[in-house]
Each structure stands twice: as C-alpha cells, then as structure tokens.
C-alpha cells in the first residue's frame, strides 16, 4: 500500500540530512529490514568487505516500493551513509562495513 506524505513533506529544505532520514525509515522499516538481510546474507557467505552503497543499488534494482509511491529510486543516496552505520551495529556484521567520518548532518 504507498502512503502519500507529499504535504509533509513539503518544508523538507529546512530538514537536516539526518531529519529526513528518520523520517524516512520510520515511514519505510522494510528498507533498513531489507539491507539487513542482503548483508547478513553476504556475511553468511565469507564477504569480508561489504559496501552498502551496493546494497542500497541492488535494493534499488529489485524495485523495493518506499511509502513515497513504486519509484526504486525514492531510496536517497544521502541515507546510505545512515543506513551504513545502524548495519554497522549489528554484531555478525562488526567489522565488515567500511566506515568514513560522518560530514553533514
């Protein structure tokens, strides 16, 4: 089911990077679910290094609806970055996400 949150989205210039983040993946927690299981998948199998920019394309390439409608590429590439660092958190994938200084807020 897409949800329009266009209205609410309307003052979105004014949002930190990280705003718009969180308010993105409160309203898509399948992403971050998907990206899980894509990384623990790869982990699974001996991936020593995996990029989540790769991740995010392959969700991408899948077709992975957002709440914003069925445009694959609703996922901004500004969040990688976000999502990078809650994979990041969890214990079977310690260590396999190259991690860079987080710049922007």
């Known amino acids: 089911m897409a949800l329009d949150f266009e209205p609410a989205l ?3 210039g004014e949002l930190t990077i990280e705003e718009r983040f969180r308010f993105f993946d409160r309203a898509n927690p399948h ?3 998907a ?5 623990l ?3 699974a199998n001996g ?3 995996i990029s989540p920019k790769l991740l995010v394309e392959q969700l991408r390439a899948r077709g992975t609806p957002t709440a914003h409608g069925v445009d694959p590429y609703q996922i901004n590439n500004v ?3 976000r999502y ?3 994979l990041a958190q969890e214990p079977a994938l310690a260590g396999l996400i190259p991690m860079r200084k987080l710049v922007a807020e």
Do not use: W
């Open 35 to 39: 990206l899980r299981e894509m990384a």
């Open 10 to 12: 309307a003052g979105q």
């Open 31 to 33: 992403v971050y679910e």
């Open 79 to 81: 969040f990688t970055s």
């Open 84 to 86: 990078a660092r809650r």
């Open 47 to 49: 991936v020593r290094r």
């Open 41 to 43: 998948a790869l982990a």
